[in-house]
């Protein structure tokens, strides 16, 4: 069964720090690993990965893909407490049509 | 230029009522999708259709029927709610044409209560 695991469930971090946040996944036919933000409504379009070792890149936020390790990295630095979200990770399927997502990670950026 | 939206926002049910969750999109997609979203267990894809004309289960689909009424428009029905039918619900769309990646877009979520 595919399977996306993200870590870890939850953090409390000070404006200014740096965070890491992990996806596992076990997923059949690879296609594409994709980062989205939830803040109160619908989840907003982060990043898309589809090769090994490439950063992509977009201001604070960064994230790069293990296919071989299967895994992703969400990086966000100098955070800001306009971070503060749920971060999903989600794993496109060759054949599904469909994503799998994980849990998610809730994140608190305090003043 | 209005993506993806969703009717009602919010909805409050007895049980054993029944409903049916709207959403369009006007971004000319192929394909759409009902998720819902339960604390601690991220979004789980209920249905979805692929085309116009096609509808295929996802992995929680039980108690639920869709409705691809043409390209913009996807419904979501509850026949016979149930409190474990408490959550907030989410359309989305992708262009997916059948091959290559693919990003999907979501509506503003509908939040339902059945008591």
């Known amino acids: 069964e595919d399977k996306v695991v993200q870590s870890p469930l939850s953090l409390v971090v000070h404006e200014g720090d740096t965070v890491t946040l992990n996806c596992s996944y076990e997923v059949t036919n690879f296609r594409s690993l994709l980062w989205y933000k939830q803040e109160k409504k619908a989840p907003t379009f982060l990043f898309m990965l589809t090769s090994s070792g490439i950063e992509k890149k977009s201001g604070r936020l960064s994230s790069i893909l293990d296919k071989k390790e299967l895994f992703s990295i969400l990086n966000i630095t100098a955070t800001q407490t306009g971070d503060s979200a749920v971060y999903l990770c989600a794993v496109d399927e060759e054949y599904g049509n469909k994503l799998v997502f994980g849990a998610g990670t809730i994140l608190r950026v305090k003043s | 230029n209005a993506g993806v939206t969703q009717t009602p926002k919010f909805q409050v049910l007895k049980t054993g009522q029944s409903m049916t969750l709207q959403c369009a999109q006007d971004m000319n997609h192929n394909s759409m999708y009902w998720y819902r979203q339960d604390p601690g267990m991220g979004l789980r894809l209920i249905y979805y259709?692929?085309?116009?004309?096609?509808?295929d289960k996802g992995e929680v689909p039980n108690g639920y029927n869709v409705s691809r009424l043409n390209k913009r428009e996807f419904s979501l029905r509850l026949e016979s709610a149930a409190p474990s039918q408490t959550s907030v619900y989410f359309c989305?769309?992708?262009?997916?044409?059948?091959?290559?990646?693919?990003?999907?877009?979501f509506g503003p979520g509908t939040r339902l209560t059945v008591l």
């Open positions: 259709s692929a085309s116009e004309g096609t509808t």
């Open positions: 989305a769309s992708s262009l997916r044409t059948g091959g290559g990646t693919d990003t999907q877009y």
